[in-house]
């Protein structure tokens, strides 16, 4: 089939038929053996319609149910139904349910140039780091025997060692459920293009 070639659910008609398969019979069930094609329809069009709107659209992957504008709107309300908050701009932003992270301002100014978009058109939250997780006693019990009791002394030294633990941070970013609003960065991108 030709990539360019625009193909949806009216060009490839179901039809019925046999088909000849290798098989073994184990325990009075058939169990197929010849590898089949995948027999969703949607892995071989190239156009199907909008579940939300109907109308027809040109998928990217094969999986798409909806088109991009009903995908847009979507995302708008999850992202709009989140916590607004002033962003210090010091604190890490990432793009919503995206993996793009900026540590610094002119980051931000750098991606909104590169894509013809003002920092307005984004939609930032900001990102938390993880501390590590403590260690309990269950993080031996395959080396000790069941009635094992630690001593006072190794108590003590793990106490500490947790307390250290969830102090430190992993340096690692996530993202945030608070959106920050970055139209105050829009003026910066008429001095940023010259």
């Not at 894509?115 to 938390?128: A, H, I, R």
């Not at 031996?140 to 500490?160: G, I, N, Y």
């Amino acid at each position: 089939m030709n990539k360019e070639q625009k193909v949806t659910a009216k060009d490839l008609p179901i039809q019925k038929g046999k088909v000849d398969i290798e098989y073994i019979e184990v325990d009075g069930k058939k169990i197929n053996l010849t590898p089949m094609p995948h027999r969703a329809i949607e892995n071989y069009l190239t156009h199907t319609d909008c579940q939300e709107c109907g109308s027809e659209f040109k998928k990217q992957y094969t999986y798409e149910k909806i088109c991009m504008s009903c995908q847009w709107k979507k995302e708008s309300v999850k992202y709009n139904s989140l916590q607004l908050v002033e962003w210090d701009v010091e604190t890490p932003l990432c793009l919503f349910d995206d993996d793009k992270y900026f540590f610094h301002v002119d980051e931000i100014l750098d991606y909104c140039y590169e894509n013809e978009m003002l920092p307005s058109g984004l939609k930032p939250v900001t990102c938390t780091t993880s501390n590590f997780s403590p260690i309990d006693f269950d993080h031996w019990c395959d080396e000790v025997h069941e009635d094992w009791e630690p001593s006072a002394e190794f108590k003590k030294r793990l106490k500490e060692f947790n307390e250290f633990l969830v102090n430190e941070s992993t340096s690692t970013w996530f993202a945030s459920n608070k959106r920050v609003d970055l139209s105050f960065l829009n003026e910066h991108m008429k001095d940023y293009s010259n």
